[in-house]
């Protein structure tokens, strides 16, 4: 019997050693300012990036695509949106969607009220119409698919996809129609997170690699925001959020470091898009 405890426990390790480490690096928000787009491009061209989460409505859009038809091979989601966060950029919906919208005709900055925004400034909290959700998110998966040819899949901003339960089925039955059902939570990948501290750069690197280090055989998903510290940059905030130029240059920073890179190599992580969760 005890034999036979050693050969199982034998065939555990050795199945365990098999199975790869595997990490989707994924830069979110490319098309709401220019620096955020040129930061996005440079963590795919010379650091970990592996996917883009596309925002449609965005003032940056346009160029957005243009970047992105630069390259055919890199990954890109919708990123379905209906807020428009900062204090001083803003955005409005593609469709006429009056119950999604404040009194200026911008989507509210918030999904959830907050300690920092009220229910009058939260979408959740309006008398939203399902139908107009649907309507919205729908011209921003046309709009991506006809200008970006290599969309694969869809993420909701801010959390959008999960607001309510009806949302949620609307996203899932979209997705099917127009091809792009990738959900990694229905595929058991994990989420990766800083293990420490994440203000400066450097703290940054420490606890990305802290989490390289930490990680065992399976397939995990990290989600964080590069940009540019630019004089643009340095005028997008909101209230709660005001030191975003100098907080995004340090995740462009992160994602391009040399350390991080040599440490994914030397652990031996896989670094894969959603395109690989189809196969």
Known sequence: MQHLFSLLFFILSITS???????????????????????????????????????????????????????????????????????????KPLTSAPSLTDDFGYFYPMIWPNENYGEDRALKAQDWKLEEIEQELRAQIELAKREIPQVTHVTGHMGCTNMDE????????????????????????????????????????SSFIAML??????????????????PEMQAVHHVGYTDVAADRQGVTDLLTNEKVKETINQLGIELISYVDLIK
């Open 213 to 230: 280090e930490s990680l065992t055989p399976g397939i995990y998903l990290f989600v964080d925001h590069p940009a540019y510290d630019t």
């Open 166 to 205: 009806r949302v949620e089925a609307i996203v899932r039955k979209l997705t099917k129609e127009y091809d792009l059902a990738i959900f990694p939570e229905d595929l058991g990948v994990k989420r990766a997170r800083y293990q420490g501290p994440k203000k400066t750069k450097e703290e940054k690197i």
């Open 17 to 91: 050693l098999a199975q790869p480490i595997q990490l989707i690096v994924r830069s979110d928000d490319i098309g709401y300012t220019h620096a955020a787009n040129e930061a996005i491009i440079e963590t795919y061209q010379n650091g970990i990036t592996t996917s883009v989460e596309v925002m449609v409505p965005t003032p940056w859009f346009p160029e957005a695509v243009k970047m992105l038809k630069e390259y055919p091979d890199l990954d890109v989601g919708v990123h379905l949106t209906l807020t428009s966060e900062w204090e001083n950029l803003k955005w």
